[in-house]
């Protein structure tokens, strides 16, 4: 019988949860963690992250913090360790600009010219977020996840 | 007669001092030559350790291929011995259903000859089953049923198999569709037998009846989403995809790139990436290979059944299953000219293939790289593949992604200590300016050297002499002598001086050429290689727009049923 991969489980709920309004999920690790950050983007996640490049983000702290509550509401049973560092994304302001970030930690994001390093470990998702056939990569503690348009994801082992 | 003298002294001094100025310039010239000849020499010695080096990779290679051309044999003789009367038996199998359409062998002939293979082939799954199908010919049902009985007692499967075919090839489609329906109860999807993939011929060459097509679809589907629910297995095959992706990497680029690869640093992760978006024509290649032109089957459904029956009963035996590992991995190092490593990657792809049981997926995996034992039909491997394609996207997707991850972003570029970065060689009137204001430094850094090892000493000596002559006149020829002695060497020292300063203006002259021509090169070729790299880069999304065009039901044969179409 197939078994559906996220199903919160009653028994292994704990007795004095106070979940009665929002139902505790069952963190995610290994193998079941992988194949949920690779299922598919949703819609409205896609057309949140889409406004990174409104051009505004970089001032607008609030815009920023609503981006990273997208984010966190996409993958409402990941803990926090287990989000992504930041999103990097071509950044379509023009040059001296190649990229943006949105720290998901720090909720603001910077743009950084062609050449000026990112901080962290999000140099090393650049060269696939120039890549004008991505919409944005989410930036992992060891994976780089890069999404489509589509948000069909792709993932790189760094 | 002391200006004689004194005369006749400086004429000595000056020829002697001319003879030691050659002297110092044959000296010169020496160092030169020997420094040549090291230079020369260094190189000989690189290019005799590099040929020694391939001579001994092409030695043990040619080992490797002799020793492992032996094995095969062995390994070929070792088959035929133990499991030769295995192929007599087999070949029985069609034999009777054919014999049995023309109707001119007795039935007592068929009897004898499947009872002898019963006593030739202890626990033969096939041996039962062809006295069970000899004895269905001949009516009579009772010995029929306990041989069948028996035959599925040694394998159910695969019995159970061979009777949804045989029952189809003679027109009995609710037998077919009960035998049918009895297999999949049989299996698990996440240990198959490899024989499965015949279920999967067998839709890609039509000869399943409606209600048994029906009945696979419903099967398959079932199979696939109950694997799509299990962590892990899907991510197993997804990095077996990847894998064989990645090893359709040429060995080397098409297009070569000297100045790149004489002066850039980045050269390594260059060509890296250029191998890797290189996979996009390959892979790409092979996929329109593999569905481009129609996929011709008989007409005649006996014709397709026998073919399935045939591979059925040759191919898929456990027992020799040691023995083909053995084979296939000797064929591999054959195959690859003696290089055992490229050989044991190859196989560790296609080891999958050879394991008794395995996921549906992973069968689905193996016919659709065509690997394992016998040869499957291009219709086969075109369902397997299209079956197979949600995460053959994923993998090849992963593919890219990667190689995109890995392309350099900023190329570094180093000529002699002159080192410099470039994007996409737009930058060429910078990186020029900046050679030549790194060679401009370089020449006046050495002029000052030069300026510095000068010292005027000679000068100041002799004209030390020259007031010592006046005031001293009883040594006044001595000190004559020594200035004169003193002021021609510090004239020497000026014309040599004057000869390094044109030396130096000649070779910063041609270093500016030179380092001039290299930068443009490297722009050029920079500029060619990211086009390189973006139209190849570009090839990806092609290629995946073709994959997700693939799909599954059209890949499915049409029946050979006089008037009856499949529509998946």
Known sequence: MPRPLLRPSTSEAPLTSSSATAPKLKALTGDALTARLRVKRSAAYMAELAKLDAGTHGINREAALALVDAVRAEFPELTMDQLPLGIVAKCYLGEPFEVHILDIAGGIVTHYRRGEPMPGGLEKARSIAVNPYYAFVEVYATTVRAVRADGSVTVTEI | MSNLVADSLLAGISAKLVHVSNEIRALSANVQSIEQASASLQIQLTSLTADFHQFVQHDAAHKEMAISETRLVRVRQQLETEYGFYAEIRRRATGILQASDLAIVRQETMRSSTEEAMINAPGYWLAPALVALSAWIADKRELAQKALLEAMRRDDCKTSLLMTLVCRRLGRHDASRAWLVRYFALQDPFKLDRDVIVLVDALASG????????????????????????????????????????????????????????????????????????????????????????????????????????????????????????????????????????????????????????????????????????????????????????????????????????????????????????????????????????????????????????????????????????????????????????????????????????????????RREAGASIVKALCAEVVDLREEVTCEDARAESVRTMLTEIRSGEHVGATADPGRRIVA
């Not at chain 2, 659709?368 to 040869?375: L, N, P, T």
Request: with cysteine; hydrophobic share 45%; net charge negative.
């Open chain 2, 207 to 510: 000869v399943f009846g409606a209600a048994s097509l029906a009945k696979s679809h419903e099967a398959i589907a079932a199979w696939l989403s109950e694997i799509g629910n299990r962590v892990g297995v899907i991510e197993e095959q997804r990095a077996r995809w990847s894998a064989a992706i990645q090893g359709m990497r040429l060995a080397a680029p098409s297009s070569h790139y000297p100045y790149l690869e004489k002066y850039s640093p980045t050269w390594p992760r260059l060509r890296d990436g250029l191998l890797g978006v290189g996979i996009n024509g390959t892979f790409g290649d092979k996929v329109s290979q593999m569905f481009g032109g129609e996929v011709v089957l008989s007409p005649r459904l006996v014709e397709r059944v026998d073919g399935l029956v045939d591979g059925l009963v040759t191919n898929y035996d456990d027992k020799e299953l040691p023995l083909r590992r053995q084979e296939r991995r000797l064929e591999l190092v054959i195959e690859s000219g003696g290089d055992r490593a490229k050989a044991d990657a190859r196989f560790a792809v296609e080891n999958e293939a050879y394991v008794e049981q395995s996921s549906f997926i992973a069968v689905l995996t193996n016919a659709a790289m065509g690997i394992g034992v016998g040869d499957l039909s291009r219709a086969t491997q075109r369902l397997a593949f299209a079956l197979s394609v949600a995460w053959i996207i994923e993998a090849y997707d992963d593919v890219v992604a990667d190689v995109r991850a890995k392309q350099p972003g900023t190329i570094d570029l180093a000529i002699d200590d002159w080192a410099g970065t470039t994007t996409d060689g737009g930058n060429e009137t910078a990186l020029l300016g900046d050679v030549e204001d790194h060679i401009n430094a370089r020449e006046t850094a050495d002029y000052a050297r030069l300026n510095a090892m000068t010292f005027w000493w000679p000068a100041v000596v002799a004209g030390v002499c020259v007031v010592l002559a006046i005031v001293n006149r009883s040594a006044l020829t001595l000190w004559l002598v020594l200035a004169v002695l003193f002021g021609v060497g510090q004239g020497i020292k000026y014309v040599m001086r004057i000869n390094t300063m044109k030396r130096l203006r000649a070779h910063y002259a041609s």
